[in-house]
């Protein structure tokens, strides 16, 4: 069964700081997500991973994938109030047809602080 | 172009009703896929549609149900509300266009569903 780990829980940074969001995966996947998410409200894609090796910026937010690993890095810089939200890592295994199933991380709760 | 819209966005129901949640996707995807959010549970995967078949189940009772119609269009049903199926229950959907090839997911708004 594949599982998704992710670390940490929760992280409180102070603006301007730099900090890594870490998610470790148990079994070869075709894709790694990065979502964002805001109290109440639904999950905003931010990045979609599909090799090894492949980085992926916007922003402040960059993130990476090791697919040898098994980790996905999701690095901070600089942060800012405004990125305070829950993100979630999710693993994507696609079989034939349909046959989709995203099995997410626990979730990293951040909040920046002024 | 549309997103995936979900319907309704709040409910409240009371232990032992039924509850109907309704998910239409974006245009020409014809993939649609349930997920349950807890605080305790987290993310879960609940079932995957495809072509009207639900092509994948996740590790819920029986009194979580779906279909999907011909229009792509799927419901989600729970029967016999607990106070545990209080959730925001999400939508997703995804544009398929081979064997292995799928667009990524794309997420509705979803419904938060209140028992009491």
């Known amino acids: 069964e594949l599982k998704v780990e992710q670390n940490p829980l929760f992280l409180s940074m102070q603006e301007g700081k730099n900090y890594t969001i870490y998610c470790n995966y148990s079994?070869?996947?075709?894709?790694l997500y990065w979502y964002r998410q805001d109290p109440g409200k639904s999950l905003e894609s931010l990045f979609v991973l599909l090799s090894n090796g492949a980085v992926k910026q916007e922003g402040r937010l960059m993130a990476s994938l090791d697919t040898k690993a098994r980790l996905s890095t999701l690095h901070i810089t600089a942060a800012v109030h405004d990125l305070s939200a829950t993100y979630f890592c999710a693993v994507d295994i696609i079989r034939d047809f349909g046959n989709e199933k995203l099995t997410f991380g626990t979730g990293t709760r951040l909040t920046i602080i002024p | 172009k549309a997103g995936v819209t979900q319907t309704p966005r709040y409910l409240i129901k009371t232990r032992g009703q039924q509850v109907t949640l309704s998910c239409s996707p974006i245009?020409?995807?014809?993939?649609v896929s349930w997920y349950q959010q807890t605080p305790g549970q987290g993310l879960q995967f609940l079932f995957e549609?495809?072509?009207?078949?639900q092509r994948n189940k996740g590790n819920f009772p029986g009194r979580f149900s779906g279909r999907q119609f011909s229009n792509s269009r799927s419901e989600m049903n729970v029967s016999t509300l607990e106070l545990g199926d209080s959730a925001l229950y999400l939508c997703?959907?995804?544009?398929?266009w081979g064997a292995g090839k799928r667009t990524e997911a794309f997420f509705g708004q979803g419904t938060r569903l209140t028992v009491v």
């Open positions: 079994t070869t996947s075709d894709r």
């Open positions: 245009s020409g995807h014809r993939s």
């Open positions: 997703a959907s995804s544009l398929v």
């Open positions: 549609y495809f072509s009207e078949t």
